[in-house]
């Protein structure tokens, strides 16, 4: 186990199998992730400030402060949260480089908040207040708590990359913490928020003070649900995950955010506490999850109705809600049990998320967003209103802004900080967990300076190379992640001046022990085949299609809303295999007959061979950037 010094990252545990690298040790330098960083910096951070200005969402704070609420109050119950959001995305950012314009923005926006918060902690634009409904009187649905959690994670964020800031965020979330701490504690209100997130703001927020009650606090959040303290509700208690004690789950269920939100705060828990049990339970909850109510692209939740995780091998694509925020929590749900357990398919599922769907969920520009992110999209849909929040799911294009917006900050703070995914350390030395052109400055627990460059065209090929920057003074092992796609991974060594030695890689992860030297090299060679995936017979929705990967990108079948051939008419054949072409994979396809049976289920329609002609498919995460246009994933096999 390893005691830390305190890394500007999202999750700090004191204790735990790796320790994750911060943003001063990991700087992504290059290639896809920079250029991500890059446009997110330039283009959706101001995007955002922008409409949380003009949706007013931060306006309600400076209302709040001249006692002008509840008239003229804008967004829903929990747009507050956006705005902690965005600070928390802001700081990162200015974790990785200074700016003084971002960082005047961000005290600005601090000093808003500031003006609302009531002398005993409480904050909130759309609770207490005369004309409003009372603090705490809606807890299933207020989303107070939530918000909270959304503030003490933008705190923590400051307080890692700007230790001791005099902007006043972090004695904000310290003074609503311990309002909080007394309100809910042990002999307070004997609930919790309708929303899980509460849990994991509180359990970082106990990291960075070293305030114990905090974490108590977020304890008795974490064991009260599931005893039926919220109302009984048309959608069923699994929606706020009131349904069961959380040491009785054995699978994700009920909302999709709230789920996985509320499972990262009990990793975050079990680990401060201990409590093996309950660390065991939630690594079998993730393993059921995902062998069962995940999607290809990483993506979880397959109802419309309540944002909702669906029914064991419920996974329809064409009503996949995917939730850009379902996934950026499960990505927190999958860090955190990584850095306690030290493996187990984790990182893997990471990187599947974040190409699939976080990339897939914000354009190539960065101001436009998908809230959904569906495996098929049947119907074009209509342009989003470029002038106004559109609704979450009605078009194949991406939308400027939503009338629930809490996906785009998500991305936001997920881009910022994702230098924070990308190595861990222990006693033994480094494990690279995801592939980014990235320069690794650290040093292991015993003090062993670590320094080293990627480089990398990944996702494009497959090729890794790590140099190394410096002598060490003790062998150290350099592991590097074989994903599970990856079939014949070698991993080949350069000792400088010395020969290069290849070896086959076996199993999760390859790694090199040495006393490197400056100079060293070591290289993962990744083969990046395109290939077929045939799905699990019990995902009745897509028996009888295949999908392509190549590396970790799924691709897809895209039509511009033009096209005078109808999508859902292709079929592929999978004789013969995918072929990579200039970023495309082509595949063999055939076509549906364009004119109906009378009545499609006789089975005497049947499926036409698929003819030489070749179709081209194009990254998922690229779909809709190029016009009105319809999609599919899963492809009916000729
Ligand atoms: O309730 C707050 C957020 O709005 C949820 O996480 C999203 O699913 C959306 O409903
Ligand atoms: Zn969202």
Redesign the pocket.
């Known amino acids: 186990m390893l005691t830390t010094r305190v890394p500007a990252t999202p999750v700090h545990p004191s204790t735990g199998r790796l320790r994750p690298l911060g943003l001063a040790e990991v700087r992504i330098t290059g290639g896809f992730w920079a250029r991500r960083q890059q446009t997110n910096a330039a283009a959706t951070l101001p995007h955002i400030a922008h409409w949380l200005e003009r949706e007013g969402w931060i306006g309600n704070y400076d209302l709040a402060a001249a006692g002008r609420l509840p008239d003229g109050r804008r967004g829903r119950e ?1 747009s507050d949260s956006e705005t902690y959001k965005f600070l928390e995305a802001v700081s990162w950012e200015l974790g990785r480089r200074p700016d003084p314009a971002l960082e005047a923005t961000f005290r600005r926006f601090v000093s808003r908040v500031e003006a609302a918060q009531e002398p005993d902690g409480y904050l909130n634009t759309a609770f207490g207040r005369p004309g409003q409904p009372p603090r705490w009187s809606d807890l299933a649905w207020g ?1 107070e708590l ?1 918000c909270l959690g959304h503030l003490f994670q933008a705190a923590v964020a400051r307080e890692r990359t700007a230790p001791g800031a005099d902007d006043g965020l972090l004695g904000i979330a310290r003074r609503a913490a311990d309002l909080i701490c007394e309100v809910f504690g042990e002999d307070g209100i004997q609930s919790v928020c309708g ?1 899980a997130e509460v849990e994991v703001g509180l359990a970082e927020l106990s990291r960075v003070t070293g305030e114990q009650r905090y974490l108590r606090l977020a304890e008795l959040f974490i064991e009260r649900r599931g005893h039926h303290v919220l109302p009984e509700h048309e959608w069923g208690r699994a929606y706020f995950q009131d349904d069961l004690p959380i040491r009785e789950a054995t699978v994700q269920r009920g ?1 999709t ?2 789920a996985n939100y509320l499972a990262a705060g009990a990793v975050d828990v079990a680990v401060e506490t201990g409590d093996a049990d309950l660390l065991a339970t939630l690594r079998r909850v993730w393993d059921r999850t995902v062998a069962r109510r995940t999607y290809l692209t990483g993506g979880q939740g397959s109802h419309f109705q309540d ?1 909702a995780f669906g029914e064991d091998w419920e996974l329809p694509s064409d009503r996949a809600y995917s ?1 850009t ?1 379902a996934s950026i929590a499960s990505i927190m749900f999958s860090w955190r049990l990584l850095l306690a357990t030290g493996g187990g398919g984790y990182a893997d599922l990471i990187e599947r998320t974040l190409f699939n769907v976080v990339a897939t969920a914000v354009s190539h520009e960065g101001d436009r967003f998908f809230y959904t992110n569906t495996l098929h999209r049947r119907a074009p849909g209509e342009m989003p209103d470029q002038d106004a929040p559109s609704p979450r799911a009605f078009s194949s294009l991406r939308a400027p802004w939503f009338e ?1 917006s ?1 996906c785009p900050p998500n991305i936001a703070r997920t881009l910022a900080s994702l230098a924070g995914l990308v190595a861990t350390v222990d006693d033994n030395g480094l494990q690279l967990q995801q592939f980014a052109g990235c320069s690794i400055a650290t040093s292991l627990p015993d003090g062993t300076p670590i320094a080293l460059d990627v480089e990398t065209a990944y996702p494009e090929n497959g090729t890794v190379t790590v140099r190394l920057r410096e002598s060490a003074t003790r062998p150290w092992t350099l592991s590097l992640r074989v994903p599970s796609w990856a079939h014949g991974a070698t991993l080949t060594h350069r000792p400088a001046g010395g020969e290069a030695v290849t070896i086959a890689v076996v199993g999760p992860t390859a790694g090199v022990t040495a006393a490197f030297t400056e100079g060293d090299v070591v290289e993962l060679e990744l083969p990046m085949a395109a290939e077929f995936l045939h799905p699990d017979a019990r995902v009745d929705a897509i028996r009888g299609c295949v999908a392509v990967q190549r590396g970790p990108l799924v691709y897809c079948a895209q039509l511009p809303a033009d096209s005078a051939v109808d999508l859902d008419r292709l079929v592929v054949s999978t004789a013969t295999p995918p072929r990579y072409v200039d970023g495309r994979v082509v595949v063999r396809a055939g076509w549906l007959p364009a004119a109906d049976e009378p009545w499609p289920y006789t089975g005497t329609a049947g499926v036409p061979p698929a003819t030489g002609e070749e179709f081209a498919l194009i990254p998922y995460q690229d779909w809709g950037q190029a016009g009105l246009c319809t999609m599919r994933v899963w492809l009916p096999e000729a």
């Open positions: 929990f989303h939530y929303h909302h955010v709230r944002e939730e925020c629930v809490c």
